[in-house]
């Protein structure tokens, strides 16, 4: 699309419409979206148009359009996280990355629904209703960046913006088909994304292209001086390594699979598309090893209280006074703040969001912080530690993104042990602040829907993630005959 713009076959006016229309043909099906901005989006591609009329383009994405996931501040657009306790705010700032892709030019078409403040794998605990798989719309579209993921899988956005706090970026792109990458913890600016946890959230691309990931990471990457967290060094040569990559030489590459990343447990179509993917590159020079991270089978217990105890301190601001939703309790004619909070909490919070609120008050409290949340730090340094001496030895880590394709809306809703299970390779690398891709393998032979190749790489070392990565994707399409995600087979019908 960045081409075609250039060479003036088409306008971002042109390009912003044909998402809008898409959008509304397709939407109603699938709800990627829970705002969407015709006004402001083609409003910034009719200013993208006059820049390149005079030759001033803002950057080689300006013009092409974008979608935000619910959780970035967008000033002046609704931004709810898909909780019904901020229905109705209206953010008086952006975040630094939805800044820069304005400051870039890509037109916003509209925010993307999520699980609740992103506590979830399949968008089903979102307020208000799950967002459906393109490929069968009986099928969750990952979580909690689904909204993001089906809105890219759809062809409703050529891009689209999404966190990752324990996968809810590389997991949705699993099981929709397309790119998600989680950049090292600190390359992409925090600030204006409404915090899960503070030391696991990461903004990252979303996208059907290795490439176009790429290109996005580098547009909204780089450090933020209103970020404590925001690394102080370029993370870059990102474009420059997918573009390497493509030409699909892996000779001097070490891969290591990950011994407890597999197995039991897996959807056996989901293995095969790993191992095939495994294959190729070994066909393409790479040297592949299998290496062990003893402690990743504790990754999700310890997420599990890191998690809620960081999700619990960060919801405390949602106190009825400052954001979006105020209920006043019935029956009591001048209600205390504590009663208002009380009735506003319950009724603005769904169970999932309490159900992690209870959990980590619990471990953060005196007398069970050190067995519980002092604990669970301890596992942490020990998964970074096995990280460091897997790098020490392969140039990236490999595994399957998720154990299994897409599953059926409503299977998993009332076990959240079940949900949670989805995130065993995803967690790891948030735990240790390293980046990990996700890129699509090819269908199972069981139900002919995606599955995901996950590549991890050393902090810092974002760019072996997007060369191996899009080397993975040439191989690929080689062996398939054309990219995987190339139509939304769900929408057959549906769309029109
Ligand atoms: N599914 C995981 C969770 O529920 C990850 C969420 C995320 O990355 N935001 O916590």
Known sequence: M??????????????TQAHLDRI?????????????????????????????AEGA???????VPIAVKDVLATEGLPTTCGS????????????????????AGLPILGKTNMDEFAMGSSTEHSAYGPTHNPWDLDRIPG??????????AAFEAPLALGTDTGGSIRQPGAVTGTVGVKPTYGAVSRYGLVALANSLDQVGPVTRTVLDAALLQELVGGHDPRDSTSVDQPVGGLVEAARRGADGDMSGVRVGVITELAGDGWQPGVMARFRESLDLLVDAGAEVVEVSCPHFVHALAAYYLI??????????KFDAMRYGLRVLPEGIDSPSAEEVMRATRDAGFGDEVKRRIILGTYALSSGYYDAYYGQAGKVRTLIARDFDAAFEDVDVLASPTAPTTAFRLGEKLDDPLAMYLNDLATIPANLAGVPGISVPSGLADEDQLPAGFQILAPALADERCYRVGAALETLLEKKWGGPILDRAPGLEGAAR
Do not use: M, Q
């Not at 960045?2 to 390009?15: F, I, P």
């Not at 383009?57 to 013009?63: K, R, V, W």
């Not at 953010?91 to 304005?102: G, M, N, Q």
């Not at 979580?143 to 890219?152: F, L, N, R």
């Open 57 to 63: 383009t803002a950057s080689a994405l300006d013009g």
């Open 84 to 103: 019904r306790i901020l229905e109705g705010w209206i953010p008086p700032y952006d975040a630094t990355v939805v800044a820069r892709i304005k400051a």
């Open 2 to 15: 960045a081409a075609a713009l250039a060479d003036g076959s088409t306008t971002s006016v042109e390009l």
């Open 307 to 316: 998690l809620p105890a960081e999700a619990s301190s960060n919801l405390a």
């Open 24 to 52: 509304a043909e397709v939407d109603g099906a699938v709800h990627a979206f829970l705002h969407v901005d015709p006004e402001g989006a083609l409003a910034a591609a009719a200013r993208s148009d006059e820049r390149r």
């Open 143 to 152: 979580g909690s960046g689904g909204g993001s993921a089906a809105a890219v």
